[in-house]
Structure formats: C-alpha cells, structure tokens
C-alpha cells in the first residue's frame, strides 16, 4: 500500500475511533457552577471553558496539570457580564489562564484582615488578565477598621512563571501579595482604593512590575498602617530578592492620603542580622512617574546591582499629612550607603541621599526640584509649569515645560517629556 493511502486511511481512523475524555482543541460553553465543576474534571489535556455571566461560588483545582502548549483556559463569555468567582484556590496546578473573570470578595464578620480568598500555592504557568479583584470593607470591628478595605486581593505563594495583566484590583487591605516565587510579571493593572499596601513582594526572583496605575488609596489614617504602593522587604526571608525591574509605572496618590511610594528596605542587614548574602541583587527601577507626599519615594535598602534612571519624583501637596514637616512630605530617592555597583542617573526628584563618593557608584544628570519656593534652583513652576502647583494629583501637570530646565534633557521619565 503506498505512503498515501496509508496516511488517508490513518486520518479516516482517527475521526471515526471513539475517544475518551475532552480533547484540547474543545471549548465548552457553561452556565453553571456544577457544569463547570464537570468540564474541569473532563479537560485534563487542556482546552477553553467559555463561562457565561453568574455566580459561580468557589474555584478550587488541585494537583491539575495541563499541557504547556494547550493550557486550559477559563474565559468570560461576555466582558460586560463577567462570571462571578468568590474564592478561588489553585494549589500544585499547572498551565491554567483565567481570562475575564471577577474575583468577587464580600466581608464575612469572621475574616481577618489578612485574609487571601484568592490565592495561587505551588503552581507554574498561571496567567490572570482581563479580570477584576473587588474587594470589600470591614464591619462591626472598630472605627480604625470599620468602612476601610480588608482582605488581600491577590496571593501567589511557592509558585513559578506567574502573570497578571490588563487587570484591576480594588478595595483590599493589600492589594497584591507575593512571596518565595520566581518569573513573575505584574503588567499593565489598575491598584487603587487599597488601605495599606498596593503592592507586596518577599524572597522573589526574576519580578517584571511594568506599566502599572496605583492610586488614590483609602487609608485608615488612625491606624498604625505603614502604607506602601511598591514594597519589597526581606523579614522572615532566607533569600534575597534578585532580577527585579520596575518601570513605566504611574504611582500616585491623587486624591489619597499619602503613603510610601516604592520601598524596598533591607531590613535583614541594616538591622544586622546578615550580611552581603542577603542583599537585593540587579534591581532596575526607571521610567517610572511617582507622585505622592511621604519622602520615601524610592526607598532601597543594601543592594549589589542598581540602577535609578530616568524616574519624575514629585510631590502633591494635597495628599501630606496634618502636620507641618516638609522633610517628611517631600518625595526622595534614598539608597543604603553600603550599596554596591549602583547608577542613579537622569532622575528629577526633591533630594537624594546615600552617594558619599563611593567608588563603586555612578550618580549624575539629576535635577533636584521644590515646589515652596519661587526664586529658587528648581521650582515647579519653572520646571513644569505653574499647572504643577494648581493641580499636582494630574500627572499630566508635571510634563516638563517648553523652554524650562528639562525641557529636551532626557531627564525624569519619558512619559512627561514634550
């Protein structure tokens, strides 16, 4: 028999045999949380499971693993009438993209602060995009607690090759929190309304934070919170975090209270409980507009590898705390002294602290900018404008202005360039 015949025979076989189970190039349209339960069980090869507009309940797969080139997709049918998942827990999972979807979080008296009602453990090859972590507020706790966010709107723990993209996160305790992880990518989302943190990182690697919004949070100023949009800390850790880049991102506190902006302390070795071992390593931070009230702009603890270049850190007046103390509601950019292989370069921002020389450090092209006074090197309305005074909660208000100190330097971030 020729080559042919044999192969048109085999294609013949392979439509009319009986199969088992659902095969990866299958979607399958849902409607309800107990026909989703069954599609998940039947598309072990992977495949799209279209979910139309509802309540689903809970989402929890574990020990799942579809194959990397055909994942199992989970898609909105409709994004105006997103399905609705009110947990989620995805433990030792793998290759799953959910698309679309709502994480719906609704307070229950006995929840903590700290709870994470959607959560990734042990898992590799998860992409969230197009989707939405609604939160919730506290009740009946205590005025400190009482009508703020609560929960944490997203967690990755002990997991690998994670992304979460184009998607929206609001109305949390903490926005996003992860830890002992590698080959994260945060892109492209929206954090705003948040108590506390925005953003939480602890003992990863190989972290891409880009093109994000944070903003406007609500914070329960009474409390003893220390917010931070972008924070990274080594408490608790037994590895550094290494090969992180954060850049393009709007951070601003708009018509928020004040918080710390980017802050990534050391606390491990400042506080010396270990040493060069436990510094953060290659960290790239640039591109990036940070407008907000607190001096810890961008803050770096003991770090091996830096690079601050091209970042606009400016202060909005309107978001400082009661008390008038304006070295602690200008926005800086601070690294630790013991820093080593560090640029800070082409950076626009209200003071710098920690180049003393070092040999190792490689800092210029900055310019150093205040808004109090109008005679003086690197006023507001000179650099950017007088529209920098009237509304400084607009990032737009601090594009450089036509004819003034950054106007065609390529200093501060892109974005804010004519």
Known sequence: MCVSRIMLLLTVLALVLPTHGVHAQDSVSVTSPAALQQALQDMTQGGEIVLSGGDYGALTLRSFAAPAQTPLVLRAADSANPPRIARMDLRDVQNVTLDGILFDYTFDAQDKSYLRPFGITSSTGITIRNAVFDGDVARGRGPTDNGFGTAFGFSVTASSHI????????????????????????????????????????????????????????????????????????????????????????????????????????????????????????????????????LHGITVGETDGLRIQNNTVVRNARSEGEKDNIALWVPQIRVAETSKDVQIRRNVTGKLTGAAGQSDWTVGENLIVQDRARMEPGFYGTVFGMQALRDPTNPASFIAAKGGPLDGTQIGAPQLSR
Request: glycine content about 8%.
């Open 163 to 294: 992304a979460l993209q184009n998607s929206e996160i609001r109305g949390f305790y903490r926005g996003l929190v992860i830890s002992d992880s590698q080959g994260i990518t945060v892109q492209g989302n929206d954090v705003h309304d948040i108590r506390m943190d925005g953003m939480n990182f602890s003992q990863v690697e190989s972290v891409l934070i880009a093109g994000n919004r944070i903003h406007d949070f609500k914070r329960s100023l009474d409390s003893k919170d220390h917010a931070d949009m972008i924070q990274f800390w080594t408490n608790g850790t037994t590895a550094p975090s290494r090969h992180i880049v954060i850049r393009d991102n709007t951070l601003n506190s708009g018509q928020g209270a004040y918080t710390q902006s980017i802050f990534m302390r050391n606390d491990l070795v400042d506080r010396g409980l270990a040493g060069r071992e436990m510094f953060y390593s290659d960290v790239t931070i640039a591109d990036n507009v940070i407008i907000n009230a607190h």
